[in-house]
């Protein structure tokens, strides 16, 4: 029994390792994550992860968990950002307000597949121009849903959280922990 994690991130596999966890492959999953015309944050997050482990080729005895990672304001999704413009446009939306962060996890082992999504609240501080500025500049924003990472740089900007912490890193620990061990995931000695 292998464990592949469907996820190029390295806050994933950080993640895994905080709870002892240690994959023996690694596959990014390779597909469109464009939302669909008028996809709500939820449906479209739990879509892509299932698309996600369907892409993923293993043997009927491996495990393979996904996820994906969505910053919803509103009914409006916050992805990725494709520039800096962008993320300067996603942070400025997000100023002084709360919005959703929503992670879905899927495992899949053989025919059988586990599921759950995790969705936390958080509260933005108000941001002056020179906090966006420097935190577009620091680059931490690549790659990163919404356009900033609540484990980096960005953690000044974030009073207020409801919901698990992992989860807005991008792998909820507790419910990934779960999913596994009901996939018959044992940790190694």
């Known amino acids: 029994m292998r464990l592949i994690l469907g996820s190029g991130s ?38 892509v ?15 393979v968990l996904c996820a994906d990672t969505t910053v919803a304001l509103g009914r409006r999704i916050l992805g990725k950002p494709d520039d800096a413009g962008e993320a300067a446009a996603f942070l400025h939306r997000l100023s002084g307000r709360r919005h959703s962060v929503i992670t879905a996890v899927a495992v899949r082992c053989g025919a059988r597949h586990w599921t759950r ?30 356009g900033y990472a609540i484990q980096g740089r960005a953690a000044a900007f974030i009073p207020w959280i409801s919901g698990s912490f992992s989860g807005i890193m ?6 990934t922990a779960q999913l596994l061990r009901a996939a018959g995931w044992r940790a190694q000695a």
């Open 10 to 47: 390295p806050r994933r596999k950080e993640i895994l390792a905080s709870l002892g966890i240690v994959p023996d492959a690694i596959v990014a999953a390779d597909i469109d994550e464009s939302p669909r015309k008028d996809e709500l944050p939820r449906p479209y997050c739990e879509r």
């Open 117 to 146: 999504t995790q969705v936390s609240q958080v509260k933005m501080k108000r941001l002056s121009d020179d906090e966006v500025n420097g935190y577009l500049a620091s680059g931490e924003w690549r790659g990163k849903a919404g």
């Open 170 to 175: 991008g792998l909820p620990a507790a419910e």
């Open 49 to 63: 992860t299932r698309a996600k482990i369907d892409a993923i080729a293993s043997d009927p005895a491996d495990i």
